[in-house]
């Protein structure tokens, strides 16, 4: 076991943390308060200069324009960028764009690679993934009442999505959908290509999540789809595939998250530390005198350590042994660090009182927009119910 | 002992959810989404109806046309209230009135009683206390930097305060500033009475507090006094009694958070148990048939009926003997209830998932709004300290 | 609502309390470190004094020799008791006799009242409750092993059973066997009364409960029921109709150890607070000044006092209403109680340090000994589904 | 970074599997129930098989007939020794023992390392370490009553030890007392090897901690000095390096005991696993189809892993950097760790009932045992504070 980072690693991540302090760090306070529409022509800026600075999309493929990561050194980056308000954005590797990048690249035609891929890893389009319904539990994904019926050389899909995360001012969307209700459940369902000015495809609402709409990248979106119509060629995979390709996406895409969240709960620790040694109490007395703040800062220190090695350990297996092989520890972490992140956000908005609930901190902001960590593929619970069932397996 | 709930009780109680369930619960769609302002006519009318119903004020003595409740069944009506968004305004019982009430009731000239006392109480005017500052925490109020300064017949004040709420659209402020900074710590400061039309009283902004800028009674803002005048006359109670007080304030005044976060709780806890048995997860199964849930389920629904009691038991205790008699007991239920609710809204929102984060319901509205409750008032590590430090007296 | 304690009952209760202190207090650090047998002696001299001073039996009806005290009032008691080891057994309330007792008095033919009812209520023999068994979980009482067959005028008892507490000297055995496996599962199984001499009757071993075998009443034993013959009078009731008496011996049975463990934490945590005023740390610091030890004193008072509550509440129900219409507040009570003690004594025995697990105080003794609260008459986990499910029928 | 165990090192820890498996499991249930002594002679049989194995000594250098394994691997070793009663004990890296070689081997004269740790690391004899104080805490070790007077070529010592671990049948105690009480505090005390059959050296009792007294090498004694003579020359270093001695004793110790309680929580898991996929509920339904019981064992198993990962970690630094450079990490992993081993006790404790009151399993002796992880070698507490005061530093 060597738990060295290599030097060459070492010296990138600081090439990114240069350029977050740099270029996003003085963003910040407009972008906790301020529409994306708002920042979007910043942030693109910024977007230029990564790819100028040969930091743009370390996770994409060379081919793809990127850098081309291991699953270990993308986690150590993405760490970085997590602690930054549109950190991922800024690097093309965020989501949704980042895993449907994934599932082009693996399942996407010569034309579809061509028309979506190759754009979209470029940062010249937005794209969505929709496939969360709202009357039934995103747990059980062989259940879902949108359909895209046959008709000649097209679909016609209809039914109702939401959780659309970026539908807003996407190019185009990735749709799950069933094209055969009488398949086995999980050869139900297909993906389909859809441009989001067809029409028939609608955006009712970008629903206020945790009191905030949103726009653009940063919302989510109810999607009508009314009579939708797609050519057959804008399939993705094989019809049936839709499940199977759904599950590829999310079972890795998890770990993003997690690396992504190792770099949020950093960066509140941090603030939380700062604010302690500066908060005045009275004469030579701060927060950072008192022991119940100390201990709070000790316990987050030692779980966010465990959790950042556990997520690394599990990147790592996935590079050696490839994501299935990884299941049980992909789920063990979504929770272990989704529930760790949550305690060391909620201290530190108690260690900053007042201020911590306001927009003069990016704590408050982080605090509601990663409430959802624990909802989001997958709730916690389902993920700890499906861990111990694979673990007791050997016990039978 | 008897924990009986008188039957003329219980038919008012009984009046007060009837009026809740048939006036306010339609409006919440609207509360949860729309400003303050664009509800504040609606608003008015029930409390119109309310005063028709004979169920306004029901903290409010006679004299000022309330019930004149003690604060056990004003516990029992809070708890009621407490459970819709908007309840104790429309009841006229909302903070920060209600404590401004209090406490002009009790100092207030007879010409003050007259032009602040008598409209607030009725409804007609809305005010603010204006004594937190950014730079010293609330902890430890002899630390202030705002300052009144005789000069002739008037105070000239100076200084920043925030989280002064309300402000916004209230008809005056009752100040804390230091008169005189050379007395004894707690004989420093007085409060002063200043009407919001007075120049030099300016709102700086409407403080967004998790996300939300809010406004109007809804809302917290930064003021400024800056030369800000106002006759001696505007000084409630003798100079230098400031900190007497807000101490007078804030004690009791923290019991009547405690009773309405029973409602909040308890809402919630109904929201999380209709949500278990109507969520559809497979033919024959709901939420409800998950063990993991039954057991949230079961402590939230323990620990809320032992806080309820707690926080009643504490009623009764000051009804008999005073406040400073029950400061012990305050400071309990101020972190165990605070605690409480914050465990059954992360709950009930699990439950709830994706629909919980978003305005569909009231859960996250609730969840943004009451993680304030364990921050102000003195966060609760302070008050543990406190009881602690009581406690711990008679083991020496 | 009337929080208010009688006078009369605080004077009893005083009494109780000074008992205890000058018969019980002094006896302790033998009572944590010797067996059962060589106090037994010396805790029958104080039972004696306990009858001399009208204070044995407080739950016990006037007619059985005792104070015939209501619920609410013998919880207080109970709470008194609590905090002594041994306390409740010198006022002869301890269980199982108590228990068995109550099933006695309910049930019991005039011949078997006179046999064993009498002189088991003036404490002159013991009992045990002989129903769990190993490879059965307690929580599910239909199933059972142990089986009582007709043979002419008598039953035949094969089988076994462990936990049988206190079977170590006791005179009889209510044993509970199924006399009718082809009935329904609730109607299958017999109370019997089996003398503890009748041949057949085998105490195995006193099982060694968290490291210690324990003797005599302190004892918890594997018997075996090898051909035991007892006469068709033996039998408690009709025949199948050992679950329903079950039911309600265990039902109310669970609030008199919620009772008792209020008085084990309350003792707890006098003992911390009292370490925590006196244990140098240096020149005028103890650690009743550290922040920590002060948070937790003020949690477990918070939780200890509201715990409280919702026993007497629940005490009181069962008074007014039955304890079938209190089920739920049993439930409640039995995981909430369970759970606040053994967090007052983990954090007592941690604030004690080194000192804490020795048998100088008697912290280890109640750490030990009250682990099993959260396990025997129905694990925490059972008690909150089953109130989660009586909750949420009102929900469907 | 790379994560993969080397291949020798996975079949070295085979071969400690397989001797564990075959030479100590099938003495668990007497180890759970017996006093050392009456094991004694059986675990003195199995370290002869290890030596002839070549797994004695694991730690130990090859010159003191060891394996001389770096601090990782030996993690990886004391892993599987933790899971079986006794397993440190029979490969010769048992506490105190292991830490005194520690001491010994880098302090000791010629003459010492002869006489005293020679025969020590080859198991001949046992030693213990005299340093814990009943009236002062641990966590402040310049407080200090024992003192050790020059006399000529003499120290002669006074003064009451408690929780001299294995004192019982040791050769000798390494004692620390104050030699020069005038000196600066860290300066006031040496350590002196004392051989237990010296006059004044007296074993007062072995402490019965959590309720047992225990015998021989597992027991914990409180030691009276009266007048105990030793020769200047049985002084370890040079005057007043005591504390500095046992800092360093102290420090890497803690990584010891971490590295230990990762077997014991990875062999309480692997019990509650087995015991959940066998208790019969009824027909076709164990434990491990309950929900609640998988949500605890997903939780325990991802918070293992996190904890074993951190823990290797820090092995690896101090591999790398000496055990000062790791002290934070340290201080992280003693809370860390002994907070998930409590938890997972408790947790299978709770998934076994009764059955894991009982003597049955090791679930109770460890549970009994290990309650000590968050008290010895300094509480919790002071490590987090300790922790949170080096991370603040760079706040500041």
Not at 112 to 133: D, H, N, V, W
Not at 185 to 205: C, K, N, Q, W, Y
Not at 380 to 393: F, G, N, P, T, Y
Request: charged fraction near 25%.
């Amino acid at each position: 076991m060597d738990f060295e980072i290599a030097s060459e690693t070492e010296e990138l991540l600081e090439r990114y943390r240069g350029f977050m302090e740099s270029e996003l760090a003085p963003l910040e306070a407009d972008a906790v308060s301020l529409p994306f529409s708002a920042l979007e022509g910043r942030l693109d800026a910024r977007r230029g200069r990564a790819k100028e600075a040969g930091l743009w999309g370390p996770n994409l493929s060379a081919e793809l324009g990127g850098l081309g990561l291991g699953l270990v050194d993308h986690g150590l980056v993405s760490e970085v960028l997590g602690g930054y308000l549109y950190g991922h954005y800024v690097m093309g590797c965020q989501a949704p764009d980042a895993g449907n990048v994934e599932v082009l690249a693996t399942h996407a035609s010569q034309d579809q690679r061509e028309k979506y891929l190759r754009p979209l890893a470029a940062g010249e389009i937005r794209s969505c993934f929709s496939m969360t319904e709202a009357d039934y539990a995103g747990s059980n994904p062989v259940l879902m009442g949108t359909t895209a019926v046959r008709d000649g050389d097209e679909y016609v899909i209809d039914g109702s999505k939401w959780y659309t995360s970026s539908a807003d001012g996407a190019a185009f969307a990735i749709v799950m959908a069933v094209t055969d209700p009488d398949a086995p459940p999980h050869r139900r369902a297909s993906m389909l290509l859809v441009p989001t000015d067809t029409p028939g495809f609608e955006i009712v609402r970008n629903i206020a999540v945790m009191g905030r709409a949103g726009d653009g990248w940063a919302s989510h979106a109810e999607v009508r789809y009314a009579g939708c119509r797609v050519p057959v060629g804008n399939r993705l995979g094989a019809e049936g595939e839709g499940f199977a390709i759904a599950q590829e996406r999310l079972g890795p895409g998890r770990i993003h998250h997690c690396m992504r969240w190792l770099g949020v709960a950093r960066r509140a620790f941090e603030l939380m530390c700062r604010r302690a040694t500066t908060r005045f109490l009275g004469p030579d007395e701060t927060l950072a005198d008192k022991d119940i703040v100390r201990a709070w800062i000790a316990e987050c220190a030692a779980e966010m350590r465990a959790a950042r090695l556990l997520t690394l350990h599990t990147a790592w297996r996935i590079e050696r042994d490839g994501w299935r092989a990884a299941r049980q520890d992909i789920s063990a972490i979504k929770f272990l660090v989704a529930g760790m992140m949550g305690k060391v956000l909620d201290r530190a908005l108690q260690v900053y009182g007042s201020l911590g609930m306001c927009d003069d901190t990016p704590i408050a902001w982080f605090y509601l927009e990663e409430r959802a960590a624990r909802i989001y593929d997958g709730p916690d619970e389902v993920h700890k119910i499906s861990l111990a069932k694979r673990i007791l397996r050997d016990y039978r």
